[in-house]
């Protein structure tokens, strides 16, 4: 691992590349460990990644929103050094934000893959839509996956998309070639950050594991549905927001994997939302 003091005499590009190799690395470590502690760290690394983290915090080329974060995280890590008691999610939740803004920010996406398919052109007027039918996407890092999941929310109809400041960007060449004309249709913003107090009549409820199978929900008649990221799902603060209104929908799997992919079922728990509407 560089000593810090080289670090900070690196190029910034080269900085940040190193940066996020040891964080990348850190959170595979932790994703691949039999039992989830962070007592897989040395004490030198929990130093590594708290002086880190407070340098992304104090570079003025990151937007406030990443020097929030990088804050936030450099506080996780702190607090590691002293307790190998931390929660392994926060931690890894921490290692993987850095992660992301920093593979954004030198030119690198999730997703290498890429395919040909045309937006098209879609006349919104030709839409139906079910009024007060909103989604939260939080943190959904892959442009695949926010294309997919724009092109998913127009065909059931949704009134309004919002994201998190870190979802990949609804207009990054791979989400448009994704959503196929959909992102220029269906009314979406950006939100700093998820707070029940920005949907203060909105019902609001989880697509998240532990919850009531979907067969089951009681979907409402209008409300705000969450998706969360791919790797770690809805964050804490946004599951308390869904469980002291209408809780958590899962959707009952039968594989060996009994997984599926965020987009995926987003499309599956949209279905089932759209049905119900239509039927009232």
């Not at 006349?123 to 939080?138: A, L, N, S």
Request: hydrophobic residues 45%.
């Amino acid at each position: 691992m560089i000593p810090l003091y080289k670090l900070e005499k690196l190029p910034r590009i080269v900085k940040l590349r190193k940066i996020n190799k040891v964080f990348s690395m850190a959170e595979n470590r932790l994703a691949l460990a039999v039992e989830k502690s962070v007592g897989i760290y040395a004490q030198a690394e929990f130093v590594f990644f708290t002086n880190a983290a407070k340098l992304l915090a104090k570079d003025s080329s990151f937007s406030p929103e990443a020097q929030r974060v990088f804050a936030e995280s450099a506080v996780v890590f702190e607090q590691a050094i002293h307790t190998v008691e931390t929660d392994a999610g926060l931690f890894r939740r921490a290692l993987n934000n850095v992660k992301h803004i920093l593979l954004a920010e030198t030119g690198r996406d999730q997703a290498d893959w890429d395919f040909t398919a045309s937006d098209g052109s879609l006349d919104p007027t030709g839409r139906q839509i079910f009024k007060g039918m909103y989604v939260y996407m939080e943190d959904i890092r892959s442009p695949f996956n926010v294309g997919a999941m724009f092109r998913t929310a127009e065909s059931f109809g949704v009134e309004k998309i919002f994201l998190s400041p870190f979802c990949a960007d609804p207009h990054h060449t791979r989400s448009r070639r994704t959503a196929m004309g959909c992102v220029d249709i269906v009314p979406w913003e950006k939100r700093e950050l998820f707070a029940v107090e920005a949907f203060p009549q909105t019902a609001i409820f989880a697509l998240e594991i532990g919850g009531v199978p979907l067969e089951d929900f009681s979907f409402p008649q209008e409300g705000l549905l969450i998706a969360g990221s791919e790797e770690l799902g809805v964050s804490p603060h946004a599951l308390a927001a869904a469980d002291a209104s209408l809780g958590r929908v899962s959707i009952p799997c039968y594989g060996a994997k009994a997984s599926l992919n965020v987009s995926v079922a987003f499309g599956i728990a949209l279905n089932s939302w759209a049905q119900i509407l239509k039927n009232k």
